[in-house]
């Protein structure tokens, strides 16, 4: 089952002070496992364009879509037997520490 994880900054990290898991561990383990197709870190949301079409005009601004605090920085493409194993894979990302994941499974196009 494939999943993309989006890897997102948040505004109230975990203050936990303990070491964060190291990422290029994490990286390599499960690339290993399978579990990782491929992933990477994105630019920063000020070099983000937005595309959209309104009424046959297309409308293509600076910026992410949303005013927020918080942005996605990078993703991950798991693929994991379930859910329950994408969560325990995306528990051990240093961002579940410092930031948040979101765990979004394929879905079908529907004709």
């Known amino acids: 089952m494939k999943f993309m994880m989006f890897v997102c900054?948040?505004?109230?990290?975990?203050?936990?002070?303990?070491?964060?898991?190291?990422?290029?561990?994490?990286?390599a383990d499960n690339d290993t496992r399978g579990r990782r197709l491929t992933g990477n870190v994105l630019a920063?949301?000020?070099a983000a364009t937005t595309v959209r079409v309104r009424?046959?005009?297309?409308?293509?601004?600076e910026g992410p879509f949303a005013e927020t605090a918080e942005v996605i920085v990078g993703f991950d493409?798991?693929?994991?037997?379930?859910l329950d194993e994408a969560i325990e894979v995306a528990r051990?990302?240093?961002?579940?520490?410092?930031?948040?994941?979101?765990?979004r499974p394929y879905g079908a196009l529907s004709s």
């Open 44 to 46: 920063p949301a000020s």
């Open 9 to 27: 900054s948040d505004t109230a990290p975990d203050t936990d002070p303990t070491e964060l898991p190291d990422i290029h561990k994490w990286v």
């Open 92 to 103: 051990a990302h240093p961002m579940a520490r410092e930031g948040r994941l979101e765990l």
């Open 77 to 82: 493409l798991l693929d994991c037997a379930d």
């Open 55 to 61: 009424a046959g005009e297309l409308l293509v601004s």
